[in-house]
Structure formats: structure tokens, C-alpha cells
């Protein structure tokens, strides 16, 4: 089956510090979507992606769909402490109506 | 609040007993999916409804689970005779088109 490689799976960083996360494919996806979850919380959409190449902003978060279709990335500039949290990227092969395929996660721990 | 509820929040149970979860999505979204997390690791698909047509099930989803989504709107998740390795976080999200939105999840433990 598909499988989405997400890393790193965890990052200590000072706060104002920007971070760099990124997620690959063995296999095209035809949308990206990076996720945050807290604890004991659902998964809290940040992010989505619909065309390979595409940049997108949100904030401080951006995010760029590959070219190849089989990769993304999330990059968060001047990190504060609300940021921590596990940021899960996630692949979707039709544009609606289909199942995410998740990353395992990257743990995100900023110090103040 | 309009976004995707789910009850309870929490459930303990003991193995061999069956379990209930409901799930409410966002009021016009029209496809709802469940989806299972356990510590340490995303997401996992289990099952989509587009409406009240159950489209598609993960090979995870035994047969000791099953789905309902009667009228479209709000769905439940049902596990039969319930194993220590049913525990996790059972998640629901809803969409209209590609974005899934998740609910807050439901935490189970077989004890």
C-alpha cells in the first residue's frame, strides 16, 4: 500500500527559529494537506495543496506541493511557542471524495 | 459551533464488550470518513459514507466493525466484542469537496 515518509520525526527549537518539515511518496498524490494536532485533539487543518508546484501560504506556514506529485513540504517561519504540537502531512489521490493517507508525524517542541 | 462533533469523548471498556461511537459532521457535508489513530502514529483510514452510501472500507475495518450513516447526516461506528488492541482514538472528519475537517475524536480503552 501507499506510504508517506515524514520527517524529521522530532524538532527542538529556540523560539523565533524557523522550521522545515517535509513528506514523500512512493507513489502520486493528487492533493497535499498538512495537518497540527494537539493532544487528546483531532487534527486541525492548516494547509491544502491541489497542484503539483503549487506554493500556498498561511501565515507563517507555507507549503509547496512537488513537482514529481510525490513529495511535499511545510516550512513555519518565527516559531512561537504555540506552535509545539505533531504536524501530519497527508495524501489524497482524487481531489474529493477519498481516503488520507498520513505521515507518522513530526513533534514540533519550541522553547521559549 | 458548526464543526464536526463526536460522542463520547472518552469510553472504558472491558474486552468482549460492544462499543458505540457517534459522529456528527459539518451540517452541508455530504461524505464523512472514520478514521483510526493509535499512539505514535497518524491517522488511519477505516471507512467513507458519500451521503448515506458506505463507498468504500479499509481491510483494517474487521468484521467485528461496522458503519452506519442511516439518513446521511450523522454516522456511528460500532465495535463488536471488543479486544485490548482496539484501543486508540477513533477519529470522524467531513467534507463537501477535498478538505477534510476532523472531529475531536473518541479515546477507547479495553481493559
Known amino acids: 500500500g501507499q506510504q508517506l515518509n515524514q520527517s524529521p520525526q522530532s524538532m527542538f527549537i529556540q523560539e523565533g527559529e524557523d522550521v522545515s518539515m517535509n513528506c514523500t511518496s512512493s507513489?502520486?498524490?493528487?492533493?497535499w494537506l498538512w495537518y497540527k494536532q494537539d493532544p487528546g485533539e483531532g487534527p486541525v487543518l492548516l494547509i491544502a495543496l491541489y497542484k503539483a508546484g503549487e506554493l500556498t501560504s498561511n501565515g507563517r506556514l507555507t507549503a509547496q506541493f512537488g513537482i514529481t506529485r510525490k513529495d511535499s513540504f511545510l516550512n513555519i517561519s518565527a516559531s512561537i511557542p504555540s506552535d509545539v504540537g505533531i504536524y501530519f502531512c497527508a495524501g489524497q489521490l482524487k481531489t474529493s471524495g477519498s481516503r488520507l493517507t498520513f505521515g507518522e508525524g513530526t513533534q514540533l517542541t519550541v522553547n521559549p | 459551533d458548526t464543526g464536526v462533533s463526536q460522542n463520547p469523548r472518552h469510553k472504558i471498556t472491558k474486552r468482549g464488550q460492544n462499543v458505540t461511537f457517534r459522529c456528527d459532521p459539518i451540517?452541508?457535508?455530504?461524505?464523512l470518513y472514520w478514521y483510526r489513530q493509535t499512539l505514535g502514529q497518524g491517522p488511519e483510514f477505516l471507512t467513507y459514507?458519500?451521503?448515506?452510501?458506505?463507498?468504500?472500507k479499509s481491510r483494517l475495518l474487521s468484521d467485528r466493525f461496522s458503519a452506519e450513516r442511516p439518513k446521511g447526516s450523522f454516522s456511528t461506528l460500532e465495535i463488536q466484542r471488543t479486544e485490548q488492541g482496539d484501543s486508540a482514538m477513533y477519529l470522524c472528519?467531513?467534507?463537501?469537496?477535498?478538505?477534510?475537517?476532523f472531529g475531536p475524536g473518541t479515546r477507547l480503552t479495553v481493559t
Open positions: 459514507f458519500q451521503n448515506e452510501a458506505q463507498l468504500e
Open positions: 451540517s452541508e457535508h455530504n461524505r
Open positions: 507513489s502520486i498524490f493528487n492533493t
Open positions: 472528519a467531513s467534507s463537501l469537496e477535498g478538505e477534510q475537517y
